[in-house]
């Protein structure tokens, strides 16, 4: 079985992003990049991905901007209703409920980990599915007010681990089914 990790950033209130979907409070933050909960140590272990459309718009806008070549080797499913540009990046573009594409992500990630990137509603979805593990937060020292939701959902976790890197407190926490 795959393990299933919720790995994010967010503010010290709950949001993964402001309204209008800027992440500049998070890249002035410090962070080690070897050090605890660190993304290259996590994507070593991940076999695929999964994200919402307004996530991967991002991703995609951001390396328009910046020249930053799509970074990801394994498959990428993205679940959404619009219809993007095709890519020559392994990106796969499903919709509907967890339950009719999940079995195609799992076959995919092989035996390596799946990393739920967000936005929060997904995470959900897959948590209400029963196949969401765990959640790895970095909470950076900031509030926003408002934005996208960490998980916009009643769900219990048990804390497993609080480590500091820098400015952000890196918080794991295993899922209560
Ligand atoms: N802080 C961080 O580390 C971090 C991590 C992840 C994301 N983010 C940011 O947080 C924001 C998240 O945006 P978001 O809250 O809008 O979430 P999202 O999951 O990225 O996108 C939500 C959209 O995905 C589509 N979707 C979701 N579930 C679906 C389903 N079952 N079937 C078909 N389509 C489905 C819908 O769009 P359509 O119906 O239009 O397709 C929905 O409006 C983004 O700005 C992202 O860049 C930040």
Do not use: K
Not at 8 to 20: K, Y
Not at 150 to 177: G, H, I, K, M, T
């Amino acid at each position: 079985m795959n393990r299933v990790t919720y790995y994010t950033a967010c503010s010290l209130d709950g949001f993964l992003a402001t309204e209008d979907d800027s992440l500049d409070w998070l890249f002035r933050q410090r962070i080690d990049e070897d050090g605890p909960m660190n993304h290259g140590a996590f994507m070593a272990g991940v076999g695929a991905l999964v994200m919402g459309a307004t996530t991967y718009g991002w991703v995609v806008d951001h390396g328009e901007r910046t020249g930053e070549p799509w970074a990801y080797t394994v498959p990428t499913w993205v679940v959404t209703h619009r219809q993007f540009p095709p890519t020559e990046n392994d990106v796969r573009f499903v919709s509907g409920s967890v339950d009719s594409w999940w079995s195609d992500v799992t076959a995919s990630a092989g035996d390596r980990e799946i990393w739920v990137v967000g936005g929060g509603d997904l995470a959900g979805q897959i948590a209400d599915a029963g196949q969401l593990d765990r959640m790895l937060v970095q909470y950076a020292p900031v509030t926003l007010g408002a934005g996208r939701p960490l998980l916009p959902r009643l769900q219990d976790f048990a804390l497993v681990d609080v480590v500091r890197n820098q400015d952000f407190v890196c918080a794991e926490y295993s899922v209560v089914r």
